[in-house]
């Protein structure tokens, strides 16, 4: 078998053009993502049941479906060692796409590889090159400590058995958790499971890393102790993750790119600041103003205050404003201090979310947010 | 495929093997428990065909009083205890508690993901997995098995079989293994498809246990509107608690014996394939509903 190497940047080598041709890539990229997903598509059928067991019994000849388009004509490339985040409100089709990347499940239609492989197709090669870690999935042995999971892990992914106890020691130094090996799973705390769940992914040293919700519900100090972890681990080994959370923190902290899925499709792909750019045309502004109370009579007219709280005054404005505004405030006010800033991006996804759930996205006319606040 | 390729599955196995010991280990109360309260409802049972057994002698004759020592379908009183008694034994063997619920729960909660994602097969897990489990049960068990089977040694009116009897009978226990695994594996991969497998499992219970001589030898069951008896010797079920029992105390001899046999490899292999092809199946279709 021809083994590809995706550590760099891939040139077009003769051997990758006779992979290539081998597995009748139907799009022949010159620099080859190592994943490429193109038009996917996928839907469910979610049964509907009533309760009882004479439904039970009916339902085995006779059942109620509803269609749920889970994930619509999605595309998307990624290029070895980048950490993107996946962004979406609850139901958007994150989870399904990890899925069937991870090919857990089949699309209904469209073509996706990972590092050369159809996911679906679950070949053991491909198996061996990647990890899924579920934040709201178990998957160590509950009763017995890490340790025995970590080993059986060793075995289903035949490393070599230096090259485990190297990086296990390392995992499990880099996360804190050494003192805890010995320890029965269902006895840790769910900081602590999370820490090993990553751990148990990554004794293979997989080279794409899909993670979905991998800090969900855990403290702040466990969040930020994953967070680091994860932003050294990347850029050591470089490899190519995929992430999917709801914090922002997380995203903020790890990932370059952000591809903002809501009800199944792709609503923006690029990094963070991008979002803030294309989806919130205002700026926070807040003044600093010496002298008397009275002064802030007339700034309180201001339409969009948020805030009044002597000396200081905050206030929301459209990005095109913000010059002129200005300049009339100090012409007049005595300011002492001025601070422009970007509203949170938390409440910027908040509509981006909003926007995309109402279905109409038009890129050019945005609603004036300040009319909205 | 190479020997270091198979040599890296052995030491898979062994250490599933050594981690499902190891898990089991856990729960050793509940183990020793759950042993001990197997004979409970083999005790009712001897209490119960004690008054049969006396009913009919005493319909039967006048000196009831020297006790039950007529014949019901080809069994006297101690011998229908000895058919319990190896009928315990066919079931240590043969049961599989919570397998079929179990890959149920598995389909329908999502945790079967972790078999597709990982390079293992999980109905071999789930097989290395139930032979660590009954080893452990077995060495529970051992002991008071042994003082049962002692103290009850009397019903065993013709003592040990011969030697290729023996044979034939360890071979059929552990094959009732293969084929109790199997068979509960297709009933739960089933949930693929059905998701809730709880109403079909109690029926294949129902069935077991009518139909395999859990409940009562075979030999009870009636020849006549429906020849029911008969219907059972095409059935799987019987080699799950029947046979075993019945080859050990010589209800069934010779070549009917060795025929036996036969058709429950037969049984296994059957299932086996079945449990292959519901597994391909099913991941397909997993793939379409999700979850």
Known sequence: MIA???????????????????????????????????????????????????????????????EVQAVRDISLQVEPGEF???????????????????????????????????????????????????????????????AESFRLNQHIYAVPLDEFDRTRDELCEMLDVTHLLGQPVRELSLGERMKMELIAALLHSPEVLFLDEPTIGLDVVAQHKIQQFLKAYQEERKNTIVLTSHYMKDIQALCQRVVIIAQGSIFHDGSLDDIIDRFSGDKIVTLQIGGPDEVFQGLRKLPNVLEVEPPRIKFRIGRDDVARTLSDILSTYAVEDIVVEDPPIEEVIAKVFTDAQGGQVDDESHPDIAGVS | MDATHWYGRATLWWTFFQISINERLVYRIDFVIGTLMRFLPTLTQVFLWWAIFDAVSSAGSADSASGPDGKIAGYTFSGMIAYYLMVIISRAFSSMPGLTTGIANQVRNGEIKKFLIQPVDMIGCLLVQRVAHKLVYYLIAALPFALVFWMCGDFFVSGWPPPDVMFVFITSLLLSFLLGFYLES??????????????LTFIYMLLNFLLSGHMFPLELLPTKPIDLRGFVEFMPFKYLAYFPAAVFLGKVEGAEMWRGLVMEVMWVLFFILLSRWLWSRGVKRYSGFGG
């Open chain 1, 4 to 66: 590809l190497d995706y550590s760099g940047s891939l040139s077009f080598s003769n051997l990758a053009q006779t992979r290539l041709l081998a597995c009748k890539h139907p799009i022949y990229n010159l620099a080859m993502s190592i994943i490429e997903i193109n038009h996917l598509s996928k839907s469910y059928r979610v049964y509907q049941k009533q309760e009882g067991v004479w439904a039970s019994i009916r339902g085995l000849f006779r059942r109620e479906y509803r």
């Open chain 1, 84 to 146: 993107v985040a996946f962004l979406g409100p609850n139901g958007a089709g994150k989870t399904t796409t990890l899925k069937l990347l991870s090919g857990v499940i089949n699309p209904d239609s469209g073509d996706c590889r990972v590092m050369g492989h159809v996911p679906w197709e679950r070949e053991n090669e491909y198996r061996r090159r990647f990890a899924l870690v579920m934040g709201q999935k178990n998957q160590l042995w509950w009763d017995l400590p890490a």
């Open chain 2, 186 to 199: 297709c009933i739960g991969l089933i949930a693929f498809w059905f998701l809730e497998v709880t109403s």
